[in-house]
Each structure stands twice: as C-alpha cells, then as structure tokens.
C-alpha cells in the first residue's frame, strides 16, 4: 500500500527530517510514538505562539482562541500569555481556563442555550463578554442581576441571513443558534429587551453567513437580497 506524502505547509514551523525521520519541535516522532503508543497527537509550542503571536498583530487586543480547537491548562495558558483572549463555549471549557489561572476578563463566553448555572459562574468570574443567543438567556441575566449580580458586558448573537439567486449559497433563517431577526431591526429590538441588566457591546453576525454560503467578497448579483450586514456597533 502506498499513500501521497503530506504536504509540507501542513506540518509545524519546527518540522524537519534528519536521518529520513520526521522530527517536531526536536522531538522524533517514532519515538514519541513508541514511547506513548498511537494514536497520539503532537503540539508544537512554538509553532502554536507564533500563531498566536500573528493572530493578535493582525486583529488587535480583543482577539479570541476558540477552545473548541483543543482546550487543557496548558493550552488556555499559552494562547493567555500570548495576549489572547479565549473563547469558551461551555461551563467545563470556563472551568478549566479559569483553573489555568486566565483571568475572568480575558474570557468570552459563547455557545447556545447557556444555563443559568454557566451564566452565574460567568459573571461572577466577571468574563470580559457574554455573547447572548436567545432571548431566554437574556431572561436568566435578568434574574441573575435582579438577585444582585452585576451587569455583564454583552454582544448579542443574530443570524443575518441571505437569500442569493443560487439556492446553494443562499443561509437559513432557521437555526439552533443565534437569534434570528434581520440585523437591521436588531439594535433596538435587542436594547428594547436588555434594559439595565446587561451593558449592550453590541452585535455579532454569525460567520456562518459567510463561510458556509460560499460567499466571497463582492458575490453579490443583481436580485440578491441581503440582510447580513451589522449597520454599526453601539454602545449604551
């Protein structure tokens, strides 16, 4: 049996053969696979830093690493260190960034459906924002700042969607995540429900309005109709 060989940008910056082994971050692989059995997965640190390092250049204090991508203490530590943000979509995945000693303020909590108890831990780790993608869950952060919690910042999730004159690249409207009201009517519609109990950062378009339409830059034709635009960011 013979397979292609994997193309070389695909492997880690520190990648090299020496002696027709594959060697990572100095490290031989067949020895690493010896000693730990396979399947086993190997991270380049440095490779990872370096990303990390580009990402923060490229998009400034703010940016996030999704720990959905691979999540320990030393992951959360590492993506902190190097001035990132972290993404955490789950009361487990908070749990262990907040056990890596990554301040409350350098996390975002994402995903759908959060519950109370995650919204709870959340404002009281005092994440840096809250993405909100229904409006049950700006019902709990009411409760929970009416029991005395403080405000949360707050981005809140919608689904623009569009609706192209190819079906294939056309979104849907109706999704498991994110609020679906076009985004022209969200600002107030949004700040309308957030009252007091949250301070409003804003909204947030899912990417998939992009990436998985296949949309790319001006793919617009005359008779689209498109709603995936954010007017501004506001701020209350």
């Not at 108890?117 to 840096?128: F, K, P, Y």
């Not at 294939?168 to 985004?183: G, I, K």
Request: glycine letters at 8%.
């Amino acid at each position: 049996m013979t397979t292609n060989p994997l193309p070389w940008e695909l492997l880690p910056d520190t990648a090299e053969i020496i002696d027709g082994r594959l060697r990572i971050g100095g490290c031989d692989v067949i020895d690493v696979a010896e000693r730990f059995g396979t399947p086993v997965f190997i991270y380049d640190e440095e490779h990872l830093r370096s990303r990390c390092a580009e990402a923060v250049a490229v998009f400034g204090d703010g940016v996030a690493y999704a720990s959905k991508a691979f999540l320990c203490k030393a992951m959360a530590r590492l993506a902190y260190e190097a001035g990132m943000h972290i993404d955490v979509a789950t009361g487990g995945e908070m749990y262990i960034a907040l056990a890596a000693d990554v301040p409350g303020e350098m996390l975002v909590l994402h995903g759908n459906n959060k519950s109370y108890d995650e919204l709870e831990t959340a404002m009281d780790a005092a994440v840096s924002r809250i993405v909100v993608d229904s409006f049950d869950e700006m019902d709990r952060i009411e409760s929970l700042v009416a029991a005395g919690k403080s405000a949360p910042n707050v981005l809140l999730r919608i689904n623009p969607w569009y609706r192209g004159t190819y079906s294939r690249v056309s979104t849907n409207r109706s999704s498991r995540f994110e609020v679906r009201v076009p985004t022209h009517r969200w600002d107030r519609r949004g700040r309308d429900r957030a009252g007091p109990s949250v301070r409003w950062h804003g909204v947030q378009g899912t990417s998939r309005a992009h990436r998985e339409s296949g949309l790319r830059g001006r793919q617009l034709r005359k008779g689209d109709r498109c709603h995936c635009a954010v007017r501004h960011r506001v701020r209350c």
